[in-house]
Nanobody
Framework: QVQLVESGGGLVQPGGSLRLSCAAS????????MSWYRQAPGKERELVAR????????NYADSVKGRFTISRDNAKNTLYLQMNSLKPEDTAVYYC?????????WGQGTQVTVSS
């Protein structure tokens, strides 16, 4: 079965950096585009970044452009999100996502808190 396991979240000061990871299993990782979403308290889940199956094309939410970088290692079945220049408004639970067939799969999420 499809499994996505996020890690790397934590508490960081404004201006700091974090690198999130998503370990994928149960499907042929190298054949699927992947995405990162986030959900802040009281807000809807929103798309943060996505990448094609090769990693050759990426898209970002306007709010994170120039600060976040999505990447993948198809040999390790792992998706990454490098987050720099973090702001308090980046505080949220971050989720890894893949759509396989007609089903959207999500990890359990990892909490990112940006606060001084």
């Amino acid at each position: 079965q499809v499994q996505l396991v996020e890690s790397g979240g934590g508490l960081v000061q404004p201006g700091g950096s974090l690198r999130l990871s998503c370990a994928a299993s149960g499907f042929t990782f190298r054949l699927y585009g992947m995405s990162w979403y986030r959900q802040a308290p009281g807000k809807e889940r929103e798309l943060v970044a996505r990448t094609t199956y090769t990693g050759g094309s990426t898209n970002y939410a306007d709010s994170v452009k120039g600060r976040f970088t999505i990447s993948r290692d198809n040999a390790k079945n792992t998706l990454y999100l490098q987050m720099n220049s973090l702001k308090p408004e980046d505080t949220a639970v971050y989720y890894c996502n893949v759509r396989v067939g007609n089903t959207n799969y999500w990890g359990q999420g990892t909490q990112v808190t940006v606060s001084s």
